[in-house]
């Protein structure tokens, strides 16, 4: 195809997840049928994600403001850390309205295989957290899968000092799926039915 303009942003819009060459062709038409003040007004969107829109510096989610809404809400329960993989999945719980306490996102999850070790998620804002902010309970609500499994895991062992009350989310949500993705009701159920979390020792 010799359109390069066109193809190069239906090559774009493919970079989206979930988006293959047919949709990327349907977003691109109409992005060529609306009008210019239309299309310009969504390019500017996405650049002002980029320009104004930061991780906390606390506990890591995606905000304006630093620190974040939520890490400077007096009126949440400052003893409670909820721990999340992705910003996506604080929004997906945030929006079920069923926890009112802080959250710290790990911005990935240990997984050898892909090169990911402890170093790479943001552990140490985590344990100095617990160390300095006075958290009585640490609820691990990470992906059920071998990633997800290996963090809390690798977090446990390290809150173990720390005399932290460390739980986490009842499986309600499928195995080898996303939190982000799951309903709210079940997300709402799993956070109820939290328990202790007490990995196999390593010995
Ligand atoms: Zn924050």
Same mark, same amino acid.
């Given at each position: 195809?010799? +359109?390069?303009?066109? @193809?190069?942003? *239906?090559?774009?819009?493919?970079?989206?997840?979930?988006?293959?060459?047919?949709? =990327?062709? #349907?977003?691109?038409?109409?992005? $060529?049928?609306?009008?210019?003040?239309?299309?310009? !007004?969504?390019?500017?969107?996405?650049?002002?994600?980029? +320009?104004?829109?930061?991780?906390?510096?606390?506990?890591?989610?995606?905000?304006?403001?630093?620190?974040?809404?939520?890490?400077?809400?007096? @009126? &949440?329960? %400052?003893?409670?850390?909820?721990?999340?993989?992705?910003?996506?999945? $604080?929004?997906?719980?945030? %929006?079920?309205?069923?926890?009112? /306490?802080?959250?710290?996102?790990?911005? /990935? !999850?240990?997984?050898?295989? +892909?090169?990911?070790?402890?170093?790479?998620?943001? *552990?140490?804002?985590?344990?100095? #957290?617990?160390?300095?902010?006075?958290?009585?309970?640490?609820?691990? =609500?990470?992906?059920?899968?071998?990633?997800?499994?290996?963090?809390?895991?690798?977090?446990? %062992? $390290?809150?173990?000092?720390?005399?932290?009350?460390?739980? #986490?989310?009842?499986?309600?949500?499928?195995?080898?799926?996303?939190?982000?993705? =799951?309903?709210? $009701?079940?997300?709402?159920?799993?956070?109820?039915? &939290? &328990?202790?979390? @007490?990995?196999?020792?390593?010995?």
């Amino acid at each position: 195809m010799k +359109d390069t303009t066109f @193809n190069h942003l *239906i090559e774009e819009l493919k970079k989206f997840p979930g988006v293959g060459q047919k949709t =990327a062709q #349907r977003l691109a038409f109409f992005l $060529l049928k609306a009008t210019a003040d239309e299309a310009k !007004a969504i390019a500017q969107a996405i650049i002002d994600v980029k +320009d104004k829109i930061h991780f906390c510096s606390i506990c890591n989610n995606v905000t304006e403001d630093d620190p974040c809404w939520i890490c400077s809400d007096a @009126n &949440r329960d %400052r003893k409670k850390i909820l721990v999340v993989k992705e910003p996506g999945t $604080l929004y997906t719980i945030e %929006r079920t309205g069923g926890y009112k /306490g802080l959250y710290h996102v790990m911005l /990935g !999850a240990i997984s050898p295989l +892909d090169g990911i070790g402890p170093d790479d998620i943001k *552990i140490a804002g985590l344990l100095k #957290r617990v160390d300095q902010d006075g958290i009585e309970e640490v609820i691990l =609500a990470l992906d059920p899968d071998m990633a997800g499994e290996a963090t809390s895991m690798y977090l446990t %062992r $390290l809150l173990k000092p720390f005399e932290v009350h460390v739980t #986490r989310i009842a499986y309600g949500i499928p195995v080898g799926s996303d939190i982000e993705y =799951a309903d709210e $009701l079940t997300l709402v159920k799993s956070l109820e039915g &939290r &328990r202790d979390f @007490n990995p196999p020792s390593s010995k």
